[in-house]
């Protein structure tokens, strides 16, 4: 576009209308003109190892193209009678239709994409207490031994957090109890639950229950109330005895035997489905992905989630036994998964459910409840944490950043703050501000940004900066090689593995041709 020129400011009105007309053209002068007559579609496109190019487009329809036909394609010049042509149209990299029906379907995908957005937050955690009997030296949480009981929630401050908890517009809510060890505080959940419970009478919402758990309190009273109430478990197991028992120590060394004979105990009364297990990788796991993946096989598990260490509480005091690069979880990861992948093959049906929550968002229009990736970030929006002392956090992870001394992400405190104030507040609007990665350097040209997400509590801890530096982001760095690795194997693959892939992510029984 020319300069104005000066003289333009001195010039009769109608000199500067025609003036004007040379500057700017009606709206249909900058519509996209090809040879062909279709018009390109937003799309993002990475260079494959192989030559070949990898396209995603905003709703994460995705597609690999030889080179010819990709610079056909963004030359104009790809002839409608190609195969390649018809897969671009198809997956809406393109359109040559007059109509408006291609970019009204963009639309509903990307409202779907999006539909985690609706109902706010649901997920709801209650730290219960800090209180611990384990010593586990990669503890996200700066826990409290067991005879502190002034790091125990009160009724006061859990009756303001439930008013806060059904101040969500979501119709389903989750409510988690965590701890320290949750069980160590069970009066409260107890009084928790039935208050909850009895105001839900009214209120009509859908609500679930989960404790977060060691297992080692866990009496049969604990079991009686949780059947009754329909609650959930959530326990850690991070493998076969001599990995767990190293991982997460407790006075007589039994850590293992402790949890493996109450998770017994939880599945008899509760149902086998009713207890679930995290596992977290140290740098004794990394030697270890056979092992690990065969102990949750042998427990009667049929998934697991391979879980890396957050920058967080005693992880963070112990980087020097802990710590380990991101490229090593990522040779853990791979050889873990690839030994699922055969697990089935052989019979053995088992999901890794971080590779699954990814593979929903690569080939399932819907989106998923994973708060830890999505933009903008969950966090307040999707989950908030609500501490022992009445402190409102923005995500268990910012409520771990707290205990450091560090509480850039506290939204408010129950007894002092509104639901408007925290949830509308700086804080909120902060996180969501810098964590949308469709405008984050770095995110917003990235072929996986359909698919990933962004931290600001993980990019304010490791970084000091909420929206942090890609290049040197472990974040970054971890779900690039994990997108590699998945991408590699749909495009690469055997029949049976992305069959396999296909399966995990709509819940269908797998289907080969």
Known sequence: MALIPDSILTEPLGAARRWMKVLFQQAEFYQPQTPSGYQILPFRFARWPDGEILLTNEVGEF??????????????????????????????????????????????????????????????????TLRCDHSCPYCQVSRVTQDKTRFDMSRETAAKAIDLLFGSPAPALKVEFQGGESLLNFDLIRWCVERIDERNQ???????????????????????????????????????????????????????????RNLERARAVLGHDRVSALMTTTPLSLQHPREIVGEYVRQGFDAIFLRSISPYGFAVKGRRVLAYETDQFLSFYRAALDHIIELNRQGTPFVE?????????????????????????????????????????????ARMLAEMGDTSFRLGNVRTDSYEAMFGGAVARTIVDTS????????ADCVYAPYCGSDPVFNWATQGDPIGHRPTSAFCRKHMGIFEHLFGLLKNGDTFTKSLFVSWATGQPIVQA
């Not at 897969?87 to 291609?102: E, M, V």
């Not at 949308?436 to 995110?443: D, S, V």
């Open 63 to 128: 597609l690999f193209l030889d080179e010819r036909a990709f610079d056909q394609f963004v030359e104009g010049t790809i002839p409608p009678s190609a195969t390649a042509y018809r897969s671009l149209q198809a997956a809406q990299f393109l359109t040559d239709c007059s109509s408006t029906l291609p970019l009204e379907l963009l639309a509903t995908k990307y409202r779907t994409k999006r539909d985690f957005l609706d109902g706010f937050t649901k997920l709801h955690m209650f730290v219960v």
């Open 353 to 397: 459910v971080y590779s699954q929550i990814l593979l929903q968002k690569i080939l399932t229009p819907f989106a998923t409840g994973y708060v830890d990736l999505q933009s903008p970030a969950g966090a307040a929006i999707g989950a908030v944490a609500y501490n022992y002392d009445g402190d409102v956090y923005a995500s268990d992870e």
């Open 436 to 443: 949308c990665i469709e405008t984050i350097p770095g995110c």
């Open 202 to 260: 009214a209120e009509g919402r859908d609500i679930e229950f989960v404790i977060a758990t060691n297992l080692s309190p866990l009496s049969d009273e604990i079991l009686e109330f949780c059947a009754a109430h329909a609650i959930c478990l959530s326990t850690s197991l991070d493998g076969p005895a001599f990995i767990h028992n190293a991982n997460r120590p407790r006075p007589g060394g039994d850590s293992y035997e402790v949890t493996i």
